[in-house]
């Protein structure tokens, strides 16, 4: 097993991929590095935790918009790659029934951003985030997954964020620009990914003339249930810094942002691992289930040991680590970036399990499983946000990644996991 695992690994497509993908991920993790320190330096702990405030509401509206396209858009293409005219069905089927979501998401955001008063008081702030919906709608990452164009996805990610690196340096200049950060991150997305849309739609010649109004509403319709679980999973994702600015105020948004920009790197990375592996592990399974699992144990399995290697660095380092980022309280937020690193060694194990779960066809158990979970993680947040604040949201992070990899391995154990290979 161990000689067919490396002869998997040495295969020069998949291992070009990986280092292309590898190239451009790195790039677009380490930009917030270099632009935190500045943005905090100039805008305080309080603007930034504004700013994380709006780029939170921004992530969860993009799940409506997205509707399960990074994960069924993803299965489909890689399953039918080979096959133009059905590429060319789930491309412009997924782009209608994304504008129509689009639409109806930012007539509500706008809404509640005019009627509520705890939005109210940043709408500007909010309203710009808005135009990173905006560039997630025009997003064509899923598909280039599918086919595993890992080239495009790297240009467009170093092009995006290359456009918001300058774009904070030249215009985040006084404290209250902090309003503007967002609208440069959204730009960089447009602009990026319009370019390679574009690229797409020529370079495999499709046409939205051949859209047709029943595949929209059929696949608006068989997305629901794993849109309906993402929304748990972003709500999961998103509310602790909402939470906390809303119990503790801006500052300590502030403060639990830096963590999370810290460990959002590992977590980040971790889930565009998953967009890397998912799609060849759905095709693989098609053909051999024991090939898909030499596959996956192999690739998971090395990512598993970086992350943990990783994790310790950080908590050799953690003052260091934090002190880079300007904030005031250094020892504190240091004590609770400790705490923080299991989250990502927990994620190593969850988020491999979940693309066997998914590619194994079991999505109706993971939307349940993801539902329940997420309520009972949320519930706990909002019992001890108000009284541990950050230390109690990171509890309840780590109690959900455990509960989550012990259901998910329990779904799928009989049926693949301990299957001979």
Not at 17 to 42: A, M
Not at 58 to 67: G, L, N, R, T
Not at 222 to 245: D, E, G, W
Not at 267 to 282: E, H, Q, S, W
Request: aromatic residues 16%; positive net charge; charged residues 10%.
């Amino acid at each position: 097993m161990l000689q067919k695992g490396i002869s998997l690994f040495k295969n020069q497509k998949q291992f070009s991929n990986l280092i292309i993908y590898g190239f451009g991920q790195g790039f677009n993790l380490i930009t917030p590095l270099l632009v935190i320190p500045y943005i905090v330096s100039i805008c305080g702990e309080e603007g930034y935790g504004k700013i994380g405030v709006g780029m939170a509401l921004a992530f969860f509206i993009m799940v409506f918009v997205d509707y399960g396209s990074e994960i069924v858009g993803v299965k489909e293409v890689a399953i039918n790659r080979e096959n133009h005219a059905e590429l060319e069905r789930i491309f412009v089927t997924t782009y209608l029934a994304k504008l129509l979501l689009l639409t109806a998401m930012l007539v509500l955001a706008s809404i509640f951003f005019y009627i509520i008063p705890y939005f109210s008081q940043e709408k500007t702030l909010f309203f710009f985030s808005l135009s990173m919906v905006v560039g997630q709608y025009i997003n064509p990452t899923w598909f280039l997954q599918g086919i595993e164009n890992f080239k495009w996805i790297t240009i467009l990610n170093i092009l995006s964020k290359v456009i918001y690196l300058i774009g904070v340096f030249l215009f985040i200049n006084k404290a209250e620009d902090y309003v503007y950060c967002n609208l440069l991150w959204g730009i960089g997305m447009i602009v990026a990914y319009a370019i390679t849309w574009f690229y797409i739609l020529f370079h495999h010649s499709f046409s939205f003339s051949n859209a047709k109004k029943s595949e929209v509403i059929k696949m608006i319709k068989a997305n629901f249930s794993i849109f309906s679980s993402q929304i748990f999973v972003s709500l999961q994702m998103y509310s602790p810094i909402v939470l906390i600015s809303f119990f503790g105020g801006n500052v300590m948004a502030g403060q639990y942002k830096i963590i999370d920009q810290i460990i959002v790197i590992f977590k980040t990375y971790i889930l565009l691992f998953f967009n890397f592996v998912y799609p060849r592990v759905c095709y693989l399974l098609e053909k051999s289930t024991d090939e898909a699992l030499r596959f996956w144990k192999l690739y998971n399995g090395l990512n598993f040991l970086f992350i943990v290697l990783s994790m310790m660095g950080i908590i050799f380092f953690s003052v260091e680590i934090v002190t880079y980022f300007n904030p005031k309280e250094i020892t504190t937020i240091s004590n609770l970036l400790k705490i923080a690193t299991i989250i990502p060694i927990l994620q190593g194990i969850t988020i491999p399990l979940k693309q066997l779960v998914l590619a194994s066809n079991k999505q109706s158990g993971y939307v349940k499983v993801t539902m329940i979970i997420t309520i009972i993680s949320l519930v706990i947040i909002l019992l001890i946000t108000p009284i541990y604040h950050v230390l109690g949201v990171l509890i309840a992070l780590i109690a959900t990644e455990i509960i989550t990899s012990f259901v998910f391995f329990k779904t799928i154990k009989n049926s693949l996991f301990l299957r001979p290979s």
